[in-house]
């Protein structure tokens, strides 16, 4: 199994700043892709930003600019450097990574992190 740890997530004004990490363990044989997504209540789960292992990145459109993503493949740890942050951006975050343990790739997801980014 995989598990991920999320932290990082918390209050903080608008144009703050926040780093959130993510931490994968387990039995993990190949990680292919990492990335954070966010969900609003009554809305569909959204991705913000990824990076595979090599290290190309994709990102939301909304936070092109603001948000910065990395990865460390020795430690299978993903970051998202948030900056300038609006209220639009508070939502419960989730880490997500593309990974086998041998049997075939498939999604594994976080528990969240709440973000709050008050006006």
């Known amino acids: 199994q995989v598990q991920l740890s999320e932290s990082g997530g918390g209050l903080v004004q608008a144009g703050g700043s926040l780093r959130l990490s993510c931490a994968a363990s387990g039995s993990i044989f190949m990680l292919m892709k990492m990335g954070w997504y966010r969900q609003t209540p009554g809305n569909q789960r959204e991705l913000v930003a990824s990076?595979?292992?090599?290290?190309?990145?994709n990102y939301a459109d909304s936070v092109k600019g603001r948000f910065t993503i990395s990865i460390d493949n020795a430690k299978k740890t993903v970051y998202l450097q948030m900056n300038s942050l609006k209220p639009d951006d508070t939502a419960v975050y989730y880490c997500?990574?593309?990974?086998?343990?041998?049997?075939?790739?498939?999604?594994?997801w976080g528990q969240g992190t709440q973000v709050t980014v008050s006006s």
């Open positions: 997500n990574c593309y990974a086998t343990t041998g049997l075939g790739y498939r999604d594994y």
């Open positions: 990076i595979t292992s090599g290290g190309n990145t």
